[in-house]
């Protein structure tokens, strides 16, 4: 899968964020380091599971992209 990032340069280095999976952000004291982090978190968040709230019914789509 690809995704668009968006990198910021900082005091630290860089920070980057993916703009379609909120709250997933990351960062590095290199440009590639930060992209190398980014890759990571991206993999983590995907990986993550939500607890769905109490009455939810659970099913799975697919989406071709």
Sequence with gaps: MKFKISLYPSEEGFAVCVPSLPGCW?????????????ASAIHEYLEAEIEPKEGAQIREIEVAV
């Design 26 to 38: 990351s960062q590095g004291a290199t440009e590639a380091e930060a992209l190398e982090n980014i």
